[in-house]
T-cell receptor, first 109, second 113 residues
Framework: GIQVEQSPPDLILQEGANSTLRCNFSDSVNNLQWFHQNPWGQLINLFYIPSGTKQNGRLSATTVATERYSLLYISSSQTTDSGVYFCAVHTSGTYKYIFGTGTRLKVLA | DVKVTQSSRYLVKRTGEKVFLECVQDMDHENMFWYRQDPGLGLRLIYFSYDVKMKEKGDIPEGYSVSREKKERFSLILESASTNQTSMYLC????????????FGSGTRLTVV
């Protein structure tokens, strides 16, 4: 089955810094989502981005489907950005999304 | 906004009890899913349903059952809770086809003692 790898596994930033999180996948995908899991455990959908670039405030994401990767950019990080970021992919003919192992982000005040 | 409501944020149950976890959505989405999340193991699919009264096993269905009598409600049942079912349980919904993406509920942290 498809493999989804995220890097880095852990990241510590000072408030105000920028960061880039990466998601590599081993096969063609129909869809890709980025989620933020907050400290209370809820998974919040950030982007639905099978290809191209999207922006939402300080966050943006780019998926290059032909090269099988996606990037999540966080600019001017805030302590509330702390948590775990997951990418998840869906491939044709499957009944579920496959999740990456996540990037744990800690933003220090 | 899409709303997915899980009945409890935290739950403590005793070994051997029958446990019901409820998930209710207000968006008329066809697909509903139950995942569990454990440190080091990621998110694992337990069961999913693509229509009323329909259910399919996911990757780890053993020890669980589900019920979907109404479109908006998907229940996860632990017939006889065991300590190895202590976990974070997450409900997700999506439209059909699945490529439209997931929306998750807030999760239930279940502890079995």
């Amino acid at each position: 089955g498809i493999q989804v790898e995220q890097s880095p596994p852990d990241l510590i930033l000072q408030e105000g810094a920028n960061s880039t999180l990466r998601c590599n996948f081993s096969d063609s995908v129909n869809n890709l989502q980025w989620f933020h899991q907050n400290p209370w455990g809820q998974l919040i959908n950030l982007f639905y981005i099978p290809s191209g670039t999207k922006q939402n405030g300080r966050l943006s994401a780019t998926t290059v489907a032909t090269e099988r990767y996606s990037l999540l950019y966080i600019s001017s990080s805030q302590t509330t950005d702390s948590g775990v970021y997951f990418c998840a992919v869906h491939t044709s003919g499957t009944y579920k999304y496959i999740f990456g192992t996540g990037t744990r982000l800690k933003v220090l005040a | 906004d899409v709303k997915v409501t899980q009945s409890s944020r935290y739950l403590v149950k005793r070994t051997g009890e029958k446990v019901f976890l409820e998930c209710v959505q207000d968006m008329d989405h066809e697909n509903m899913f139950w995942y569990r999340q454990d440190p080091g193991l990621g998110l694992r699919l337990i069961y999913f349903s693509y229509d009323v009264k329909m259910k399919e096993k996911g990757d780890i269905p053993e020890g669980y059952s589900v019920s979907r009598e109404k479109k908006e409600r998907f229940s996860l049942i632990l017939e006889s809770a065991s300590t190895n079912q202590t976990s974070m349980y997450l409900c997700a919904i999506s439209r059909r086809p699945l490529g439209y993406g997931y929306t998750f509920g807030s999760g239930t942290r279940l502890t079995v003692v």
